[in-house]
């Protein structure tokens, strides 16, 4: 079992910035990848940004370069830098790790302003 505790999220202006983290506990060892995915109203929860155990990343061709995800595995943390941030940014942000099934976080909301 893993449990992820998000925060971080708000309300921003567009072109402002945000950063959104992620902690994870229990069994942190198992996990190879975590990430990002966000869902706005109306849509289907999509990737934003993924890194693995090893540091790899990928990113959703929406948010390069402007989001950058980092991980940090002595901490068990995931971390999202989000600048120049768009309206069409706006979601419910959920963090996700992946050990051998998929665990999400309770999700945290951006809503960025035009």
């Known amino acids: 079992q893993v449990q992820l505790v998000e925060s971080g999220g708000g309300l921003v202006q567009a072109g402002g910035s945000l950063r959104l983290s992620c902690a994870a506990s229990?069994?942190?060892?198992?996990?190879?990848?975590m990430g990002w995915y966000r869902q706005a109203p109306g849509k289907q929860r999509e990737l934003v940004a993924a890194?693995?155990?090893?540091?790899?990343?990928n990113y959703a061709d929406s948010v390069k370069g402007r989001f950058t995800i980092s991980r940090d595995n002595a901490k068990s943390t995931v971390d999202l830098q989000m600048n120049s941030l768009k309206p069409e940014d706006t979601a419910v942000y959920y963090c996700?790790?992946?050990?051998?099934?998929?665990?999400w976080g309770q999700g945290t909301q951006v809503t960025v302003s035009s």
């Open positions: 996700h790790a992946f050990v051998a099934v998929n665990y």
């Open positions: 890194i693995t155990r090893g540091g790899s990343t």
């Open positions: 229990g069994n942190i060892d198992s996990i190879q990848t």
